[in-house]
Each structure stands twice: as C-alpha cells, then as structure tokens.
Nanobody
Framework: QLQASGGGSVQPGGSLRLSCVAS????????AAWFRQAPGKKREFVSS????????FYADSVKGRFTISRDTTKNMVYLQMNGLKAEDTGVYYC????????????????WGQGTLVTVSS
C-alpha cells in the first residue's frame, strides 16, 4: 500500500515536497516513481528512483526543478518540487515497481492514491 501526501496550492515559482510512505511489502527492493495527471490529460511519468536510491530519472519537463529521493529505512519516497509552474498542476501519484530499476516505460506494479498540486497566482 502506498500513501502520498504533501500536495497543496502554491504560487508560480514556489516549492512543495511530496511524500509517499509504503507499507505491507518489501518496498526497499522496488523502484519507486512519481506520475501526475493534469485536468483533461493522460497520466504522465514524472520521475523515478531505483531500489538503492542512486539512479534517478526525470521527465524533460521537470529536469533541474524536481528532485526525487528515498529513505529505505523509513519506506519513504520524496519529490521535492521547486520553481513550480502552472503546467505542473495536477494530481500526483506515487508508484512502485517490482523491478529494482524503472524509467517510466511501462505501467508500475503498484499505485498509491493521488495528492493534488495546484500552481496558480
């Protein structure tokens, strides 16, 4: 089970930190990822981190602004979002992939519920 939190409303240029806690499985062996879905659009890959926390991947639209990290001792994954733009608005979902490495090219194995991020002036 994955539980995301940390969404909210922020002005353009602001920051938010999303958190995702996992329970019930050996999450530390899985890759973790964040996706988002803007209103009226398909869900899209945002970022992923491999099981060790070393390898990280980002969608081009968030490179240089977002940072993914994980704390395997706490079964947590984070997404630090800086320099937020209106186009970052959407519901953000955390996900887990049994394969320890993942770059967003197929559907994850497990999904959490979403947390809403709204970027507006």
């Amino acid at each position: 089970q994955l539980q995301a939190s940390g969404g909210g409303s922020v002005q353009p240029g602001g920051s938010l930190r999303l958190s995702c806690v996992a329970s019930g499985r050996v999450f530390s062996d899985y890759a973790a990822a964040w996706f988002r879905q803007a209103p009226g659009k398909k869900r899209e890959f945002v970022s992923s981190v491999n099981w060790s926390g070393v390898d990280k991947f980002y969608a081009d639209s968030v490179k240089g602004r977002f940072t993914i990290s994980r704390d395997t001792t706490k079964n947590m994954v984070y997404l630090q979002m800086n320099g937020l733009k209106a186009e970052d608005t959407g519901v953000y979902y955390c996900a887990a992939v049994i394969s320890g490495h993942y770059i967003g090219s197929y559907e994850p194995d497990y999904w959490g519920q979403g947390t809403l991020v709204t970027v507006s002036s």
